[in-house]
């Protein structure tokens, strides 16, 4: 069976994809809109870990979406859902026999609900998998300090593939540096740079 993972090269979805890779051919899936270098930088992760790649081009307006969201709102949080709803969509629909994901128990966002979940799986024909809901972050990050090589960093300056990355760029289109920082205030992000 094919799993396709929603990836961004961070520790959350590289350790779901590892915990799944026993049970299907793993596929890593960078969703986003081709701004900047992000599906270069998830491409790079998913070959220093040893996993097969692909990369879906959301649509425009998911991007306008988004970013009106996070200019309304003035922070993420709803933009990042949006974005990545429409990313399970297109994954789910690319042919794969289960899309999964990194969310963990005790993400604010994204999240994905019961409901959600169960409509994603009747309209594609797929299982909908989240391997980390039932892992809190000390958790995650202890298996991730046994398993994986990481790389911290100021998230403005880290190298990911991350949905952040992209919608940064494209809020700061929208409406400059300040909005920018705004919406994406300073703080650490992480990026898998191999296997231990």
């Known amino acids: 069976m094919r799993a396709g993972v929603l990836f961004s090269g961070g520790k959350d979805s590289t350790l779901a ?3 799944l890779d026993g049970f299907y051919d793993v596929t890593l899936v960078h969703a986003g809109f081709g701004v900047g270098e992000a599906a270069d930088h998830a491409r790079e992760t998913a070959d ?3 996993f097969a790649f692909d990369d879906a081009t959301l649509d425009d307006a998911v991007a306008e979406e988004a970013v009106e969201r996070m200019a309304e709102d003035g922070f993420p949080r709803n933009g990042i859902q949006t974005v990545h709803e429409a990313a399970l969509e297109a994954v789910a629909g690319a042919g794969y026999d289960a899309v999964a994901d990194g969310t963990r128990r005790d993400d604010r966002v ?12 009747e309209r594609h024909g797929v299982d909908y998998l989240s391997p980390l809901a039932g892992f809190g972050r000390g958790a995650v990050d202890r298996l ?30 929208h409406g400059g540096d300040e909005l920018a ?13 191999g296997r231990r």
């Open 17 to 19: 994809a590892l915990l």
């Open 48 to 50: 220093a870990i040893g």
């Open 110 to 121: 994204p999240t994905v609900s019961r409901a959600r979940a169960q409509a994603l799986e």
């Open 144 to 173: 991730v300090d046994e398993q994986l090589e990481v790389e911290e960093g100021p998230a403005v300056e880290l190298a990911k593939g991350d949905y952040e990355a992209e919608l940064r760029e494209l809020v700061r289109e």
């Open 181 to 193: 920082a705004e919406v994406f205030p300073d703080h650490v992000q992480t990026r898998v740079t």
